[in-house]
C-alpha cells in the first residue's frame, strides 16, 4: 500500500492525459487505451501514422514520452501486484478502492475486471452483478479480485466468462479463463499423487 500511495506521488509529475497539448506545430496527446499508453500526434486536427522527425527531439514532446515510459512500468507493477492480490484473496476496503483512483493506470486496470461478484465502477462503493445486482462495500476489508476458483465454487464461472465476452472486455491478466485444475474424484481416491499428466 506504501508503494501505491508513492506511485500516486509519481504520477502528478508527468505530462497530464487525455489533453492535447500544442508542440511546435503539432498537438500531443497522451492516452490510457487498450491497457497501455499511447501517444498520439495530430497535425491541423488530424491524427498522424508516424511521429514527425522534427517533432522526435522537441524537449515537451521527450517529456510525453518519458511519461509514456513511466506509465508503462506502472502497468506492468500494477498488473502483477493486482494479480498478486487475487492469487492471495487480499482483501481491501471501498476507501482503498476511492483512494486508487488517484492512479489513472489502476483506475484503468481495475474497470476491466469483475470484483468479487460484480463489476466496481469509479466513483462508486458498490459492485454490479451479472443481473445488475447491487452489492454496497463498507469500511471492512471484505473486497478481493475474485480467482476463477471462487467463481467455480459458486458455479457461476461460465456467466461471468459469458459476460467478460458479451462486454469485449480484456483483462490484464488471466481471472475468468484463468487455467484450473479441480481436483477428480480419483485424485481424491488417492490424495498424495496424480496421472493426470502421466
Same mark, same amino acid.
Given at each position: ?82 494479480? !498478486? ?6 482483501? /481491501? ?5 476511492? &483512494?486508487? #483512483?488517484? +492512479?489513472?493506470? =489502476? @483506475?484503468?486496470?481495475? !474497470? ?6 460484480? /463489476? ?5 462503493? &458498490?459492485? #454490479?452483478? +451479472?443481473?445488475? =445486482? @447491487? ?17 467455480? &465454487?459458486?458455479?457461476? +464461472? ?41
Amino acid at each position: 500500500r506504501f508503494e501505491w500511495a508513492m506511485e500516486a506521488r509519481l504520477n502528478h509529475q508527468g505530462m497530464p492525459l487525455n489533453e492535447r497539448q500544442t508542440v511546435g506545430d503539432w498537438e500531443v496527446e497522451l492516452k490510457l487505451a487498450n491497457l497501455e499508453p499511447q501517444l498520439h500526434v495530430y497535425k491541423d486536427g488530424k491524427l498522424l501514422r508516424t511521429t514527425p522527425a522534427g517533432l522526435r527531439k522537441n524537449g515537451p514532446f521527450l517529456n510525453f514520452k518519458e511519461t509514456q515510459t513511466q506509465l508503462k512500468a506502472q502497468y506492468s507493477r500494477f498488473r502483477t501486484s493486482l494479480e !498478486r492480490m487475487m492469487t492471495e484473496e487480499e482483501t /481491501f476496503t471501498a476507501a482503498d478502492l476511492q &483512494q486508487w #483512483t488517484a +492512479l489513472p493506470v =489502476v @483506475v484503468d486496470l481495475l !474497470r476491466t475486471r469483475a470484483g468479487r461478484y460484480g /463489476f466496481w465502477q469509479v466513483g462508486h462503493d &458498490q459492485l #454490479t452483478g +451479472l443481473n445488475g =445486482v @447491487v452489492t454496497p462495500l463498507d469500511d471492512t476489508p471484505s473486497c478481493c479480485i475474485a480467482h476463477a476458483h471462487h467463481l467455480f &465454487q459458486d458455479g457461476v +464461472l461460465a456467466d461471468w466468462q459469458r459476460e467478460v465476452v458479451r462486454r469485449g472486455m480484456v483483462q490484464p491478466f488471466k481471472q475468468v479463463f484463468r487455467e484450473l485444475y479441480v481436483l477428480t474424484p480419483a485424485e481424491q481416491d488417492t490424495r498424495t499423487f496424480s496421472d493426470r499428466f502421466a
